[in-house]
Structures are given as structure tokens and as C-alpha cells.
């Protein structure tokens, strides 16, 4: 009897131990519930309202930030997938996408009522995407303004009667614009003069590698004696490799009782007056972080005769015998103007 009585003894003191250990476990888990909340707890996602003020741009940079924060966190949490988190991260990158600009001429004059067009991308997703245009007028200051658009990105294109625009790289809303009514994103277009009577000719040819000067005729396009424009190449070593081997070459050209000038301009279609130099020589070194065997430049030109005109020229030092092209076109009036029939 009294060994039974010690065995309940027993049972009754390990319930006992039993419990509080539960109870002492559902007690830290308690302590420590709010502890995880705080660390797994998303940021709060602060959304930007749309307006016209100019405090917007940057409310919107701070919303674009606290998103693209919260969503990494919920992503290194396991919250959410990699897939998830990038379709985040691509609407995350809509934002206000206010801009105030101005259209003026090659001139400085502003361009009145001329139309511009304005497209807006907007990102539905991380493999989607829509376009909206838009579309409002210059005022008599050359003024336009888009408000109350938000996207990842604004192409801004104006067009007008008589005036030509720069379509080669479409420009854009710039990212870190901040807008405001004194803080204007300049277009410029292109009033035309009307298209003058052009002649156009090319070269390309084979060229020496070894120092010996070239001399091409740029109204026909063939090597003369008597021609305008001469081309020198030395390369060092002269016998290379056409794998990619890295090696000095020096290019000189020259337009032989006249002039040559370096052109980069969007609208190349009035050569200037002056500024000329009779020849331009390029040194590449094989220990250029950017070396290249070829190089392109473009160029007004001024001919002995008083006749203006631009060309694009490619050489390639890589190659044996090396090789140039050319492309020109003159205006054999003696005018400045360059402009094609093709910009009417």
C-alpha cells in the first residue's frame, strides 16, 4: 500500500514538472512575439500624391525609395518569392512624372505653337508594360508643361511646320528632374532654310599602312595626285595580327588648300564660316584602356574653291592593306546651307 501510494506520489510531482515547463515555454514565446513582429515587420510604404506643387519630386524620390526598401526586406524575409519582388520593384519605378520645358530654334528663339507630343511608359508588372500619349501646344514663349502624369519614364518629341527635330537618340524627361516653372528642359529644333542642291559622293579604298600619303579627288571619289584631301596611316609593327592584337597607330588627314573642322552637331545642315584647321591628326596608343582599331569622325569641310560641305569618315587600321571610307556631300554654290531635300 504504501509503495502504490508512493508511485502517485510520483506521477502527481512529474505532472507538475511537466506543466511548468509548458507554462515556461508558452511564456518566452509570449516575450518573445513582439521582438520577431519588430524585426519581420514591413516597412511602411508612403505613397506620394500626385500634384502640382513643387515639393512632388521629391516626395516621390523618398516613396520610390521607401518601396523599393520595403520590398527587399520582405523579399531577404521570405516574405515573397525572387518573381514577386522584381514585378514589385518594376511598379515601384511609376512616379510622378511632371515637366516643364521649353522649344527653342538653332537661334534661341522660341518656337510657337508647335505641337508636343508627350509619351508616357508605364510599368504594369515586371513583363509589362503600356504607353499613353499625350499631346499639348508651345505657348508664345515656347513654354509647354505636362502635370499630373505618372509613369517610369516621359519621351517628350514637339514638331512643327518648317522645323525638323533631332530623332536619333528620342530624349526624355531626365531622371533626376525636379520640376519647376523656373527650372525649364530645353528642346531644340531646327528651322529650316529650304534644301539646297547638294552633290554627293564616297570613297572606298585601300590605303598603305606604312606612312605612305593617299590623295583622293572628293568630286569623284578616286585617288588623284591633284585631289583634296589626303590620308596618312603608319601603324606599329606594321605586319599584326587580325585577332584582336592591340598595337600603335597614328592617322593624319587633310584637306590639301583648304580646311577641315570636327562636326558633332545634332543638325549639321549650315557649315560654319570659319574655324578651320588644314588637318587633324589622331594618335592612338596600344596602351589605351579604350583602343580601337578603327575611328569614325565626321567633319565640315571648306575647299579650295570656297565650297562647303560635311563627311563622315570610317578607317580601319586592323586590316592589310588598312582601308578607308568616306562619304561627302558639298554644296558646289559656295553656300553654307547642307541641308538635304529629304529634312523638308
Known amino acids: ?107 534661341g528663339q522660341p518656337v510657337i505653337g508647335a505641337e508636343v507630343q508627350g509619351s508616357l511608359s508605364i510599368n504594369l508588372g515586371l513583363m509589362s508594360q503600356k504607353v499613353e500619349y499625350y499631346s499639348t501646344e508651345t505657348d508664345a514663349n515656347g513654354l509647354f508643361k505636362f502635370l499630373a502624369l505618372k509613369g517610369s519614364n516621359l519621351g517628350i518629341r514637339p514638331k512643327k511646320q518648317g522645323y525638323l527635330y533631332y530623332l536619333k537618340l528620342p530624349p526624355q524627361r531626365p531622371d533626376n528632374y525636379q520640376p519647376d516653372p523656373n527650372n525649364l528642359v530645353v528642346f531644340d529644333m531646327w528651322k529650316l532654310h529650304g534644301a539646297a542642291i547638294l ?52 592617322l593624319k588627314i587633310e584637306m590639301l588648300h583648304g580646311g577641315l573642322l570636327l562636326e558633332n552637331d545634332s543638325y549639321p545642315f549650315w557649315a ?26 565626321n567633319f565640315y569641310f571648306r575647299t579650295s574653291g570656297g565650297q562647303y560641305g560635311r563627311m563622315q569618315t570610317d578607317v580601319s587600321a586592323s586590316l592589310t592593306p588598312a582601308r578607308i571610307e568616306c562619304n561627302f556631300t558639298v554644296n558646289p554654290s559656295g553656300s553654307q546651307n547642307l541641308e538635304p531635300p529629304a529634312t523638308e
Do not use: C
Not at 512575439?33 to 510604404?45: D, L, S, V, Y
Not at 570613297?203 to 591633284?226: L, N, R, V, Y
Open 1 to 107: 500500500m504504501k509503495k502504490q501510494k508512493n508511485v502517485w506520489v510520483l506521477v502527481i510531482l512529474a505532472a507538475i514538472v511537466i506543466g511548468f515547463i509548458l507554462y515556461k515555454s508558452e511564456v518566452q514565446k509570449q516575450q518573445q512575439a513582439p521582438m520577431a513582429n519588430a524585426i519581420t515587420a514591413t516597412p511602411p510604404t508612403v505613397h506620394a500624391a500626385v500634384s502640382n506643387s513643387l515639393t512632388t519630386p521629391q516626395t516621390s524620390v523618398t516613396a520610390a525609395k521607401t518601396n523599393e526598401a520595403g520590398i527587399a526586406a520582405r523579399y531577404k524575409q521570405g516574405q515573397i518569392n525572387k518573381g514577386e519582388a522584381m514585378n514589385e520593384f518594376a511598379l515601384a519605378q511609376n512616379r510622378p512624372m511632371d515637366i516643364y520645358g521649353k522649344v527653342v530654334d538653332q537661334y
Open 199 to 250: 552633290v554627293g559622293q564616297s570613297i572606298d579604298a585601300k590605303i598603305p599602312h606604312d606612312g605612305t600619303s593617299t590623295t583622293f579627288d572628293i568630286a569623284t571619289g578616286k585617288e588623284s595626285s591633284s585631289g583634296d584631301l589626303q590620308v596618312t596611316l603608319l601603324r606599329s609593327p606594321l605586319e599584326v595580327r587580325r585577332s584582336g592584337q592591340s598595337f600603335d597607330w597614328t
Open 272 to 297: 560654319p564660316e570659319s574655324g578651320y584647321g588644314q588637318s587633324f591628326k589622331f594618335n592612338v596608343s596600344s596602351n589605351d584602356v579604350s583602343w580601337d582599331s578603327k575611328i569614325t569622325r
